[in-house]
């Protein structure tokens, strides 16, 4: 019905870039927030961007000044630019997408099955 995959992850210095992607597919009616999140090991899932339909956006304040969140609706897609990386971004970072189906009255939220940032010091 619904994928949500993500790519882009992988292995980097600390102060390096990476730039994640995420794409919904299926059959989308519309999409609200789309986010992004993370989970390090031991912790528990933190929020890192979310941005609205319309562009709003809000950021975790320990990556604000350094990641950015946009999105393109045509393409049910949303990116994170992540620079001056830093060890303790090590985590898997997780899609969210709140969306309507065709078929539905209702949005929900769908999770992608994450990719894994590695920033090395």
């Known amino acids: 019905q619904v994928q949500v995959a993500e790519s882009g992850g992988g292995l980097v210095q600390a102060g390096g870039s990476l730039k994640l992607s995420c794409a919904a597919s299926g059959s989308i009616y519309s999409i609200n927030d789309m986010g992004w999140y993370r989970q390090a090991p031991g912790k528990q899932r933190e929020l890192v961007a979310r941005?609205?339909?319309?562009?709003?956006?809000n950021y975790a304040d320990s990556v604000k000044g350094r990641f950015t969140i946009s999105r393109d609706n045509a393409k049910n897609t949303v990116y994170l630019q992540m620079n001056s990386l830093k060890p303790e971004d090590t985590a898997v970072y997780y899609c969210n997408a709140d969306l309507r189906l065709h078929y539905s009255i209702t949005s929900r939220g769908y999770w992608g099955q994450g990719t894994q940032v590695t920033v090395s010091s």
């Open positions: 941005i609205t339909s319309a562009g709003s956006t």
